[in-house]
């Protein structure tokens, strides 16, 4: 069997992130982990900067999908300290996810209750599909970028910083200094946005425009805005450093508590890739590319490991919870992983 230490939730991580002025950069971190005394195993512990709040909706995105199970205060707790997180800070995180529309209280018990919104269960679907098909095919190239252009008076710093968060956020990434583009032809939403932040700004001016570059590899084109170096040092860190969890998954010596926690550090890494990665064509991208290894890597251990992190799940949450066997599940993908399914318990409902 492997064990782990109970981690703290200021371990490192490796994976990509997007910087918020300009171009993509990927940083790499020093991958802390706990040391295994079996098997040499080096399991990852908990995900890099992740809070209580956004581990809290990463767990219920994947182990949760249903409005009617109602989830006592005390379970979240229990599932949060499996990550190292204090009863006070589980209990924050509730309030902000309540905040959010993410979740909401039933009824006026004392303890509270918590159920999942459809909103919430809307969402989760949708981002567990994009991770869970992120990189199966090459992307559907048809040379289009969206390219926006703005200008803001010297005394609109706030408005400027206002833009190119938003344009971070709709996946663009800085060509030049007020000149950012992103592959696609979808321009809709980011030009709705940008009539919002700067249309009452006096003296701001933006374009949205549909380009094709006539050199789109070289120096001077569109993939030379992406630190694509980077993010494939971050693809190969990724790889080794799950490589020895994925290999003890395949032993079959990996426990349920490691599993629980190994499982959703890949996934918090591999949901930063899918995040970011532009997913460029193969004729912009250096060569070997390893996003292929990554995915496999991320899928085998994702995979391998769900049923027993739902046991763990279910284990920690059923003194609090007793129809945590009920509701708790996992999503997978293992053999179609165009159509990733929620896999149901032994009780489980749809």
Avoid: N
């Avoid at 992103?182 to 009452?200: F, I, M, T, W």
């Avoid at 070289?218 to 993939?223: F, K, R, V």
């Amino acid at each position: 069997m492997v064990d782990i230490d109970r981690p703290t939730l200021g371990s490192a991580c490796a994976g990509g992130s997007v910087s918020g002025t300009g171009r993509t950069v990927v940083r790499q971190s020093d991958g802390v982990t706990a040391e295994q005394p079996v098997h040499d195993v080096r399991t990852p512990r908990a995900p890099l900067g992740s809070s209580p709040q956004h581990l809290l909706a990463t767990l219920l995105g994947e182990y949760l999908d249903s409005t009617d199970a109602d989830l006592p205060s005390a379970a979240v707790v229990a599932m949060l300290r499996e990550f190292g997180v204090t009863e006070p800070s589980a209990r924050a995180a509730l309030s902000r996810l309540v905040k959010r529309g993410l979740i909401a209280t039933r009824g006026d018990t004392r303890p509270p209750v918590y159920h999942l919104t459809p909103a919430a269960i809307a969402r989760h679907r949708s981002r567990m599909r994009h991770f869970l098909t992120f990189g199966a095919q090459p992307p559907h190239w048809t040379g289009d970028w969206v390219l926006v252009s703005f200008s803001v008076p010297g005394s609109g710093r706030a408005s400027r910083h206002a833009v190119r968060r938003a344009l971070t956020a709709h996946g663009f990434v800085g060509l030049y200094d007020s000149v950012w583009i992103r592959p696609g032809v979808d321009a809709a939403p980011v030009r709705a946005d940008l009539s919002a932040l700067l249309h009452p700004v006096a003296g701001a001016r933006w374009s949205v425009l549909h380009v094709r570059f006539d050199e789109e590899a070289g120096p001077h084109g569109p993939a030379a805005a992406y630190d694509l170096s980077g993010l494939a040092a971050g693809y190969a860190a990724f790889v080794a450093r799950f490589a020895p969890v994925r290999a003890a998954a395949r032993r079959g010596t990996v426990d349920p508590a490691t599993a629980l926690v190994a499982r959703t550090s890949a996934m918090d890494s591999w949901r930063r890739f899918a995040d970011t990665d532009p997913d460029l064509p193969a004729h912009l991208l250096p060569q070997p590319w390893p996003r292929g290894r990554a995915r496999e890597t991320f899928l085998d251990v994702h995979s391998r490991l769900g049923v027993l992190a739902r046991t763990r799940l279910v284990e920690v949450t059923a003194p609090h919870w007793p129809d945590a066997a009920r509701w708790i599940t996992h999503f997978d993908a293992p053999d179609d992983p165009a159509r990733p399914e929620p896999e149901r318990g032994p009780r489980g409902t749809g």
